[in-house]
């Protein structure tokens, strides 16, 4: 048997943190190894029992979400572990710079249980982003504050077909969507994603997304 991915819970509203820990240890291919409600305790406990994936809140006492999520999963982590950030939306004004943190992806605090687990094991697998459609929303809120560096498309080590690609996946297309829309297979279009990956050195779509607004690539 496949051993269950390890959650770790980080929130300081204990209410929210007991019923995320009890609606994930309820399922057999997930296990919470251990909860908190601070950032600086979130981050001591992840480097201590390294989980295959931290739900972060942005909010938290001591040391927020945002900075903790950069400690553990920001640029110059050795190894960096998987954070999934959980967010108010219409209060957190951060989740930008949270994605910037590094981040792979985010839910709503409201969002029903099948959404949680499905983004836990969505973002451990690193296989998709929790909610494309989202993203676009969330990323172009904050459109304004990215300052884009200079450089220009000829400055991105992507093919044509590549950047199409990129800014399909900054639009907010799932694999789906992408390959109805350049007619090729899903396949097609999971192996150009792993390729724009691994050139442009980025973990997952979340930051591909970042990666193109920061480009001037999409706006």
């Known amino acids: 048997m496949t051993a269950p991915l390890r959650v770790l819970v980080c929130d300081d509203q204990a209410l929210i943190r007991t019923g995320f820990a009890t609606i994930i240890d309820a399922q057999p291919d997930l296990e919470v190894v251990g909860e908190c409600g601070d950032g600086r305790t979130g981050v001591d406990l992840a480097r201590r029992l390294r989980p295959d994936i931290v739900v972060m809140d942005v909010r938290m006492p001591v ?8 400690r553990l999963a920001g640029a110059g982590v050795a190894d960096p572990v998987k954070v999934l950030v959980v967010t108010t939306f219409n209060l957190d004004e951060y989740v930008y710079e949270a994605l910037r943190a590094g981040a792979s992806g985010f839910l709503l605090k409201d969002a029903p249980p099948a959404q949680l687990l499905h983004g836990i094991r969505t973002v451990a697998t690193g296989a998709a982003l929790l909610a494309p459609e989202v993203t676009r929303q969330l990323v ?4 304004a504050r990215i300052r884009p560096v200079r450089g220009t498309e000829n400055d991105v080590p992507l093919t044509p077909r590549e950047l199409e690609v990129l800014r399909l996946i900054a639009d907010g297309l799932s694999n789906g969507e992408i390959a109805a829309a350049l007619v090729i297979s899903q396949e097609t279009v999971k192996t150009y994603v792993s390729r724009i990956l691994t050139k442009l050195d980025l973990r ?3 930051q591909v997304v970042v990666y193109a607004y920061r480009r001037g690539l999409v706006t």
């Open 140 to 143: 172009g809120r904050y459109a």
């Open 204 to 206: 997952d779509r979340v």
């Open 63 to 70: 040391l927020d979400g945002i900075e903790a999520t950069r």
